[in-house]
């Protein structure tokens, strides 16, 4: 399509030819050698000159001895005095046209045709400076073609050309973005048209004699300025009192907005950041005395941000009741700009979590003030209701496991926040033990209604397995407020159910897993063996795993198949899927953990009890595509894992005739008792036989061998002797499409170079603007097929049982899925230069995207 100023020549072109015949077209200046190329009149031949007027004249003589008038043009890139009248002949049969000819028509000068062209397109001083710029050999007649596309009251000239576009927004965003087009700036001295663009939107002032990359920093200086006194709220603090920013409303909204627009562009981010933080230096914002209120709106500066962060955190720490207001600050700001910095977003969940743990901890003490003091209410406070207690103990698992994750330097504010919130964490748990404890022996040991450990097989499993394949999984301490969560992860895939039981005392794994089995409601607690327990049902003593993988064989008469949790992860091979598909009791045990979590190395115990959940998650749905009807998850007991004891904490046991002790219980005969223990015989807690037990009121620990200063079982409290039982069947998952979807996975181009990797995952329907169904999702860094990685926080949706990350459609358009940032942090060192990013159906475990190479540049030390 041919441009507007190129038409417009062509058209007097053409009328010069319809009125004279022959034109004779003389363009010293050259600026039209290409145009001619494709200049094409309908029966009007070209003859252009090649260096030789005699091969010329020899060309064109056919022409001017024709009877009739020819249609020709002549065209030659020389000045006409250069020809010596070697074309006199032609021009005296038709026009001669060249740059100044009179009359007007006549004049090709590349000046005069383009104002002519562009008249009432532009106005005079745009004209006026496209002329100098044309005279000045800055822009060619294919330059002016591109001009002439801009719309009504768009910037054209210089600028257009250099940004390709005509909108100041724009070419504003694009000079702030990098040093592209600097050099196409000083080819053309545009300078001074993009300094009077900048005045005229945005209020920066010119200044003489300045090299673009100085223009190019004070227009950041001062849309970061406008923007971020604008957004401050209250007094401007004197020491920016003097700093001069768009005054007049249409520009201030225009700085604000070129900001905004900069934040948002992900293609943008790093030239974005690295331009704040040098502003932000500049400005020596550190130096200033903000508040909370102040800066709570600010985005403009990571040092703003992070200065909100601190302040958060300290006010989290000093305050005398929880304030939801700063925990919702925390929350709101995992999805902000900078959150996108994974650093950021990690730092700000864990302050969110670590608010929501202070935030239980006062309601559950203000509520187990009102509460009846019975063991029942108490019992069903804490499992049941819209905010059960136990929130708060889900709550402090999370923000330790946030806390495990972070990679970073921990400043003062975020490490008193974290002790307070275990502080309070450890006064609410204790005054909700004390109460529940005292309560329960009042009403001897009994709560009605609820399940038994010892009944959970004749109650649940034996009509399941009557029904068709059960599985029974077995975990190790599976604390009830767990197996809530997890249910959570998987309730859009099967049908839940989830009852509280009361484990058997002592809560320990020899008592609890071994009442598991069929028959145990008539079973005794012995002493087996020196500081051992073992429980024996009809005559048969059960010690470990294998006694009790034996008795359910030989009780159950069933077809049975038992692995542990490695042996369906990641997904089990062949011969074990055989043998699930071909049994009809399914007996799937966890690693026993309690020795882990007993020893010294409470980072490692935090570790495996975090992973948990996810490795249940993905065993679970493994038995599911083999087939199995019904799964069963209960636990052996649950545990306390809070603080680290200290020794005004640990108190003597009983003594005399001791069959075990643990940290939280005592097992014997004899020996003493005393105030800071409850003791009682295990006959009064359902058990045959004549042994007692003793435990702390509270959180305090016996002294024993054991080394652990945090992980604690074997007691009476909730958090120890509640258990769950999960009842799941699979449901019909309906299928999804994912070839109507496109996915956009975006980590703006860089590499792997610390252990936190950010990317934002997007989604939007391909062909229509139905509404599309959330997905769960999973995102994973491979190297050679293994994953090296694992989601710690996501600006929303995401589990902290499983990693995984639920998505939502937007509001207004729900044929798009809302855009997510998600950090992963590096769980294994890469070997190799590369890596690959995956995303996921968590559901399906299939590929959504293609998966993207990512370099690494991680420094190993």
């Known amino acids: 399509m041919i441009g507007k100023v190129s038409g417009y020549l062509r058209s007097i072109i053409k009328r010069q030819v319809d009125d004279k015949g022959i034109v004779v077209w003389y363009d010293p200046e050259g600026h039209y050698q290409q145009f001619v190329k494709s200049l094409d009149l309908p029966g009007t031949p070209l003859v252009k000159y090649y260096g030789s007027f005699f091969a010329l004249r020899h060309r064109i003589?056919?022409?001017?001895?024709?009877?009739?008038?020819?249609?020709?043009?002549?065209?030659?890139?020389?000045?006409?005095?250069?020809?010596?009248?070697?074309?006199?002949?032609?021009?005296?049969?038709?026009?001669?046209?060249?740059?100044?000819?009179?009359?007007?028509?006549?004049?090709?000068?590349?000046?005069?045709?383009?104002?002519?062209?562009?008249?009432?397109?532009?106005?005079?001083?745009?004209?006026?400076?496209?002329?100098?710029?044309?005279?000045?050999?800055?822009?060619s007649l294919a330059d002016l073609d591109r001009m002439a596309d801009g719309g009504p009251g768009s910037s054209r000239g210089l600028l257009s050309l250099i940004f390709g576009t005509s909108s100041p927004h724009d070419v504003a965003l694009r000079f702030l973005s990098g040093e592209q087009y600097d050099e196409e700036?000083?080819?053309?001295?545009?300078?001074?048209?993009?300094?009077?663009?900048?005045?005229?939107?945005?209020?920066?002032?010119?200044?003489?004699?300045?090299?673009?990359?100085?223009?190019?920093?004070?227009?950041?200086?001062?849309?970061?300025?406008?923007?971020?006194?604008?957004?401050?709220?209250?007094?401007?603090?004197?020491?920016?009192?003097?700093?001069?920013?768009?005054?007049?409303?249409?520009?201030?909204?225009?700085?604000?907005?070129?900001?905004?627009?900069?934040?948002?562009?992900?293609?943008?981010?790093?030239?974005?950041?690295?331009?704040?933080n040098q502003v932000s230096a500049n400005l020596s914002l550190s130096k200033l005395s903000l508040n909370t209120d102040q800066i709570l709106n600010v985005e403009t500066f990571l040092e703003t941000e992070q200065a909100l962060q601190s302040m958060v955190e300290d006010a989290l720490a000093r305050a005398q009741e929880a304030r939801a207001d700063l925990v919702e600050i925390a929350e709101q700001h995992q999805s902000g700009f900078w959150s996108e910095q994974p650093v950021v977003q990690a730092r700000w969940s864990t302050i969110s979590v670590a608010g929501q743990v202070l935030l239980e901890a006062d309601r559950v003490e203000k509520e187990l003030r009102l509460c009846q003091e019975s063991a029942k209410s108490i019992f069903a406070a804490y499992v049941a209701g819209e905010r059960p207690w136990l929130l708060l103990d889900s709550s402090y698992r999370n923000m330790e496991k946030r806390f495990n994750n972070l990679d970073l330097e921990i400043g003062d504010n975020l490490e008193h926040l974290i002790i307070r919130a275990r502080q309070r964490y450890m006064e609410a748990t204790s005054k909700m033990l004390e109460c529940f404890l005292h309560s329960y022996q009042q009403v001897g040991f009994q709560i009605p209604g609820v399940l038994r450990q010892t009944e959970i097989f004749e109650s649940q499993v034996k009509p399941a397995l009557a029904e068709g394949k059960t599985a029974y999984l077995w975990a190790d301490a599976l604390r009830f407020?767990?197996?809530?969560?997890?249910?959570?992860?998987?309730?859009?895939?099967?049908?839940?159910?989830?009852?509280?039981?009361?484990?058997?005392?002592?809560?320990?794994t020899e008592i609890g897993m071994a009442c598991l089995l069929p028959g145990a409601s008539s079973c005794q607690v012995i002493k087996a063996s020196e500081g051992k327990l073992a429980l024996q049902i009809d005559g048969t003593i059960i010690r470990d795993r294998a006694d009790r993988v034996r008795f359910l064989r030989d009780k159950t008469g069933a077809k049975l198949f038992e692995g542990d949790l490695d042996s369906l992860l990641p997904r089990p091979v062949r011969a074990v899927s055989k043998a699930i598909m071909d049994a009809d009791l399914i007996l799937i045990t966890s690693q026993e953990i309690d020795n882990l979590c007993e020893s010294d190395n409470i980072s490692l115990a935090r570790t495996f009890m975090n992973d948990l959940l996810s490795r249940l998650q993905k065993a679970i749905r493994n038995l599911s595509r083999l087939g199995v009807k019904k799964i069963i998850v209960t636990a052996d007991h649950g545990y306390l894992f809070g603080e680290e004891l200290g020794v005004d904490m640990s108190i003597d046991p009983p003594g005399g005739d001791t069959a075990d002790l643990h940290r939280r219980v005592w097992i014997g005969r004899g020996g003493s008792s005393?105030?800071?223990?409850?003791?009682?015989?295990?006959?009064?807690?359902?058990?045959?036989?004549?042994?007692?037990?003793?435990?702390?009121?509270?959180?305090a620990c016996f002294r024993a061998k054991s080394k652990s200063k945090a992980y604690f079982h074997g007691g009476l409290s909730p958090q120890e002797l509640i258990i769950p039982v999960l009842t799941l069947m699979p449901m019909a998952i309906e299928k999804k499409s994912s070839g109507d979807i496109i996915w956009s996975v975006d980590y703006g181009g860089?590499?792997?170079?610390?252990?936190?990797?950010?990317?934002?995952?997007?989604?939007?329907?391909?062909?229509?603007?139905?509404?599309?169904?959330?997905?769960?999702?999973?995102?994973?860094?491979?190297?050679?097929?293994?994953?090296?990685s694992k989601a710690i926080s996501a600006s929303y949706g995401f589990e902290d049982a499983t990693g995984e990350i639920q998505m939502k459609n937007e509001e207004k358009e729900p044929w798009t899925m809302e855009p997510n940032t998600i950090t992963l942090q590096i769980t294994k060192d890469p070997s190799?230069?590369?890596?690959?990013?995956?995303?996921?159906?968590?559901?399906?475990?299939?590929?959504?995207?293609?998966?993207?190479?990512?370099?690494?540049?991680?420094?190993k030390y």
């Open 61 to 139: 003589d056919p022409f001017l001895s024709l009877s009739d008038p020819p249609r020709l043009i002549v065209y030659v890139p020389l000045d006409r005095s250069q020809t010596h009248d070697a074309l006199v002949e032609a021009e005296a049969a038709g026009v001669i046209i060249f740059p100044g000819a009179q009359p007007r028509p006549r004049n090709t000068r590349l000046s005069v045709v383009a104002k002519a062209a562009l008249r009432g397109k532009m106005g005079d001083q745009e004209l006026t400076q496209i002329e100098k710029q044309i005279d000045s050999g800055k822009l």
């Open 185 to 276: 700036i000083l080819k053309k001295e545009a300078l001074p048209e993009l300094a009077s663009l900048l005045l005229s939107e945005f209020e920066l002032a010119a200044q003489e004699c300045e090299s673009a990359k100085d223009l190019k920093e004070r227009l950041a200086r001062h849309i970061l300025t406008t923007d971020f006194l604008k957004a401050l709220q209250g007094n401007t603090p004197q020491q920016l009192a003097s700093l001069k920013i768009a005054s007049e409303p249409a520009a201030r909204k225009a700085c604000i907005g070129l900001a905004k627009a900069w934040r948002l562009r992900r293609d943008l981010r790093d030239s974005y950041v690295a331009a704040s």
């Open 481 to 508: 407020e767990m197996a809530r969560e997890l249910l959570q992860t998987l309730n859009s895939e099967f049908q839940g159910e989830l009852k509280p039981g009361i484990a058997s005392a002592p809560t320990i």
């Open 674 to 699: 005393g105030p800071a223990y409850l003791r009682a015989r295990l006959s009064d807690l359902g058990q045959v036989g004549d042994l007692e037990m003793a435990t702390p009121w509270g959180l």
């Open 750 to 788: 860089r590499n792997l170079s610390t252990r936190f990797f950010s990317v934002n995952i997007s989604a939007k329907t391909g062909h229509s603007l139905s509404c599309i169904e959330p997905y769960r999702i999973r995102l994973e860094l491979r190297e050679h097929g293994v994953c090296i």
């Open 832 to 859: 190799e230069k590369k890596v690959s990013l995956h995303l996921l159906d968590a559901l399906k475990d299939l590929e959504l995207a293609t998966a993207k190479s990512i370099d690494v540049s991680i420094q």
